[in-house]
């Protein structure tokens, strides 16, 4: 006989079935549902893959490769017209290690809008506000490392149920004779009903530091397209490492973040809010696999990889620049110097 399993709507991880509480919950996302609202979610998902979907997915596997990092293990992808290349994480030389499989062609995608020549601009006028970088920083060499990269990343939009009470208070002071009185009036407040949290995204390499792609945020996507081979040309992309399963605590608290915020955007005219119950449970997540644009740079250190992105949509950058304490040494002990030589000159001239 076979098997039976079910996903959960929120992560695709594995729902198993608790009997104590008679639900199906997930171990991942700590997600819960009953026998019926499983079976109304799964009665509206489409069981078969559309033959036109078949086809780009293979169409997707036969030209794109996936190349290999033996030094520090990352993985590449890249269209076929691609011969030789460098991880742009190590600069070490990359393997072809073969092709790619359809189940890892991206939804959507953004394709880059910003030019090597304004990334390059962009980076030299951030470096050029940093006097104690190294030297070698801001050399021709390093600026030929700048790649620009497709970073894999997870949209989601959060169905979410809003349940939040609260107490509003309202607080009048008046003086009358020779007392002085404060009237106190407290309100029930409540938020209830569902909300949906759009586009809220999380990448899914982990080479790259969240906080990275999270201060290069945010990305229009208005001008998100449908996948084509044609945006890898000329170009690198991140082949993901983070299933959604991975990356959906992440993106519940980004979305709890949200909801919170608009519902207390709702709420004025009260001297004090104090919420007594706030819950936000996403009932269901739609999951868009999308390539997001970066000129990516990092650089090594004193055994210490530096990273650098720029938004390759809207050119927003960050980054931490490497500190050479030899050119701040330098720079202090010549204010020393200076400083002693102004003190020796004022001292000559009291006696």
């Not at 759009?198 to 996948?227: H, N, Q, S, V, W």
């Not at 983070?242 to 980004?254: E, L, N, T, Y």
């Not at 055994?303 to 927003?316: L, P, S, V, W």
């Amino acid at each position: 006989m076979e098997s039976v399993e079910y996903k959960c709507p929120n992560c695709n991880a594995d729902l198993k079935f608790n009997p104590a509480n008679q639900k199906l919950e997930c171990e991942y996302c700590l997600s819960s549902f009953t026998v019926d609202e499983i079976k109304k979610l799964c009665a509206t998902t489409e069981n078969s893959i559309p033959q036109e979907a078949v086809q780009l997915q293979e169409d997707f596997a036969n030209h794109t490769h996936l190349y290999r990092c033996k030094s520090c293990g990352a993985e590449i992808m890249a269209d076929d017209q691609l011969t030789a290349t460098f991880c742009y994480y190590c600069h070490n030389p990359v393997i072809l290690a073969g092709k790619m499989g359809g189940e890892f062609k991206p939804d959507k995608v953004i394709g880059f809008k910003l030019t090597r020549e304004n990334a390059i601009s962009c980076f030299k006028k951030w470096v050029g506000k940093r006097w104690f970088v190294p030297k070698d920083f801001k050399s021709q060499q390093q600026l030929e490392k700048l790649t620009g990269l497709y970073v894999p990343f997870w949209l989601a939009d959060c169905h979410v149920n809003v349940d939040v009470r609260a107490v509003g208070k309202k607080l009048r002071h008046w003086v009358s004779g020779n007392y002085s009185y404060t009237e106190t009036k407290e309100f029930r407040v409540v938020r209830s009903g569902t909300m949906v949290t759009r586009g809220i995204p999380a990448d899914g390499e982990t080479k790259i530091e969240d906080l990275l792609m999270e201060a290069i945020e945010p990305y229009d996507y208005r001008e998100l397209k449908d996948f084509s081979m044609s945006y890898l040309s000329g170009f690198y992309a991140d082949k993901y490492d983070v299933d959604k399963a991975a990356v959906f605590p992440r993106i519940r608290v980004r979305s709890n973040q949200a909801c919170s915020a608009l519902v207390r955007s709702t709420i004025s005219g009260y001297s004090s809010y104090i919420p007594s119950n706030e819950n936000y449970t996403i009932t269901n997540t739609d999951w868009s696999y999308t390539l997001l644009p970066v000129w990516f740079m990092s650089y090594k250190y004193k055994d210490r990889i530096y990273e650098f992105a720029i938004n390759g949509q809207t050119g927003k950058l960050a980054g931490t620049p490497p500190l050479s304490k030899g050119r701040l040494g330098a720079l202090c002990g010549a204010i020393g110097m200076g400083v002693a030589a102004v003190i020796m000159v004022l001292g000559g001239a009291l006696f």
